[in-house]
Each structure stands twice: as C-alpha cells, then as structure tokens.
C-alpha cells in the first residue's frame, strides 16, 4: 500500500516559491492500477517521484507498507527502491549500450552473479517480447519498443510497485494500447501495483481501476474509475471525461430544436450496467400521452461494465411530462434536466 498523508510541496526558484502540491491525501491499494490525471504542471511527477524519495515532501508523509519513506536509513531505502520500478516518458535508455545491457543495468548494480543475471534478463526480455532484438541498440528501436525496454529494465529488481510517469505519452494512438496491454499483464500476471502519472484520459479508461484528477496541485476529485467517469463531479474532471465520453447534444441537433414549437422538456440518463433504456422509453410510450425522441446516445464500456448516456426529448403538455419525470426519478438512475444554452 502506498499511502500519500496531507503531502504539500514548495519549490524554491530564485525568490519565487513554487507550490507544487498541496494537502495531497491519496492511498493506493496493492493490486491497483492507479491513475493520476492532470494537465502539465498540475503536480503529477512531484507527486510520483515521492514514491521513490526522487523527492521529499515539503509537509505531510509517503508510507509504503506502513513505512515513512522520509524517515527511512540509506540502506533501508536503498532495499524500498528494489522494490519500486520507474519508466519514463522519454524512456531513458543508454544509447551505447544494447537492450540486453540496458535492461542488465539495475542488476548490475546489485552485484547480481552472471548467471542469475541472464536468466533474469532473458525471461524479461521475452516477457515483453523483444527477445530477437537483445543485441539491438536503442536508436534501432520504434518508440514502442524503446518503452518496453524500459518498462523491462524497470521490471528486473523483481518489484512490487510500478510507477510509470507518461509512459505513454510519446506513443502513437496504436503503441499506447500495446504498451497499456502489456502494463495490463504486468498487474494481473506479476501482481504488481501500478501507479501511473498521464495527462492522457484515454489512459486512465483504458487501463486503470482508480484515478485522481489533480488541479494546481491539488486533488480535486477521486474514486474508482466507473465512479468517476460515469458521475464526474469538478469541472476539471467533466473536462477530462468529456473528451472520451460525450454527454451533450450535438450542435446540429441543438439547432434544430430552436425551431421545435411544441412544449417540450430535455432529459439526459446515465444507465450502468444492463442497459434499460428502450425498457423505459416503452414505458414511457405506453403509459403516458407524450412523445419520445433519442437525441444523443453514447454507449462505453468501463471496467468491464457498461455505461449508457442518452438525451431525451419528451413532447407534450406539462402535466403529462411532470408525471414522466416523476417516473424516470422513480428508477433509481442517474438524470437530470437539460437545458439548451
Ligand atoms: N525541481 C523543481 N524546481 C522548481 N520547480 C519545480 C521543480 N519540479 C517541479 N516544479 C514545478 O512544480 C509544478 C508541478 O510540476 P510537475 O510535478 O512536474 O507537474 P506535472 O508532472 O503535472 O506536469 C510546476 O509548476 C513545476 O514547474
Ligand atoms: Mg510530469
């Protein structure tokens, strides 16, 4: 368990300070694939490298396993780093040296002995599936597989944490999926605890079961992925689901209303799991003297369950419409009015 207690952090450059976090509190639960999102310079890298004591909160802790990782020896920590595997955006690799040494690199630095040192080397490279190119060098590589070395590299003290600071941010839309595929497989077939830094909400849909949206150093908004993405609270997480997940209508649509004469209101339903939504457009039809009509309709999936977001448009006088909305406020779903602005 990682766990982030009231953590603020100051830069000090020249005679400005830099306030880079601020009362972060965040616990990241064995097993999890966490996800931290934000603009650049929202904290996210500060926020990370703490893991590892890269950096040093200005106030409040880092625990890992119930240790402040502060207060820990030289030695101490040295053994919580072989523990805690770092990739990189930029992947930093050593140009000069083949992928087999490049991945060889923290070993060697443990004294590891010769032979366990290839055995170790070997099953990593085969285990993101490079084996062919361990006499390649870096410059040799896409940018794809200049990241599994990295994340092979980070693998090879045999950690329990993985943190990944943009790992996927210099990829291409179809290197990402690999690269988050196999962060997949790191998590579930090594048990590893991931917690990965993005600006990418993609990312964090596509691979994670917790987030945090940061803000100015900030959290402002945290919960399981389904939670968040399917009932984002702050207008900055709105914005980062949004991109992924639509949920107004569109402009063409809009317009067209402006003509619609007829007394009308706008609904917006969001359905998790088993989609309901023609059970109750056809409950709607047959027992009340409006009209329906879909207006928007987005359908996602989101760890491995289904989120339903549709617009309606429900036509008719207003007492037969209060008493629509009384229904649909009687199914235990998630909706609200929508207005056109
Ligand atoms: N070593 C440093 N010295 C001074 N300012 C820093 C340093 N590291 C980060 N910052 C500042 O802290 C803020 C947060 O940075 P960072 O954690 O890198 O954000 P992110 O990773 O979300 O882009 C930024 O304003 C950045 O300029
Ligand atoms: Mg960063």
Redesign the pocket.
């Known amino acids: 368990m990682i766990k982030f207690s009231d953590i603020s952090k100051t830069?000090q450059?020249k005679n400005e300070t830099?306030q880079?976090l601020q009362h972060v509190s965040l616990t990241i639960q064995d097993g999890d694939i966490f996800g931290v999102i934000?603009f650049?310079?929202?904290?996210?890298?500060?926020?990370l490298r703490m893991v590892n004591a890269l950096e040093v909160p200005t106030e409040g802790k880092v625990e890992i396993d119930g240790k402040n990782i502060d207060a820990l020896s030289h030695n101490e920590l040295r053994k919580v780093r072989k523990k805690i595997g770092m990739v990189f955006q930029q992947f930093n690799l050593l140009d000069s040296r083949t992928v087999y040494d490049n991945v060889a690199i923290p070993l060697r630095l443990n004294h590891t002995e010769q032979t366990a040192m290839h055995t170790t080397v070997t099953k990593l490279l085969e285990f993101v599936n490079l084996a062919d190119k361990a006499a390649a060098y870096p410059p040799q590589l896409s940018g794809g597989q200049k990241q599994r070395v990295g994340i092979a590299r980070a693998l090879a003290t045999n950690p329990s944490i993985l943190l990944c600071d943009e790992a996927t941010s210099a990829l291409d839309p179809e290197t990402t999926e690999q690269i988050l595929q196999l962060l997949e497989r790191i998590n579930k077939e090594l048990n590893i605890t991931i917690l990965i830094?993005t600006h990418e909400i993609q990312v964090i849909q596509r691979l994670c079961n917790r987030v945090a949206v940061?803000e100015h150093?900030r959290v402002v908004e945290t919960g399981s992925v389904l939670e968040v993405f399917s009932n984002p609270q702050q207008p900055m997480t709105r914005r980062f689901v949004q991109t992924v997940i639509p949920d107004t209508i569109p402009n063409s649509v809009s317009n067209e209303l402006k003509n619609e004469t007829r007394n009308y209101k706008l609904v917006k339903m969001r359905f998790l799991g088993k989609n309901a939504t023609e059970n109750v457009l056809y409950h709607i039809n047959t027992n009340y003297e409006v009209e329906t009509g879909v207006l928007f309709a987005t359908v996602c999936e989101l760890q491995h369950t289904v989120l339903g977001i549709f617009i309606i448009q429900i036509t008719g006088n207003e007492e037969n419409i209060r008493q629509v909305l009384q229904y649909i406020d009687s199914l235990n779903l998630q909706w609200q009015e929508v207005h056109l602005s």
Request: hydrophobic share 50%; proline share 0%.
């Open positions: 830069f450059v830099v880079a934000g650049s310079g929202a904290g996210k890298s500060t926020l830094v940061m150093g």
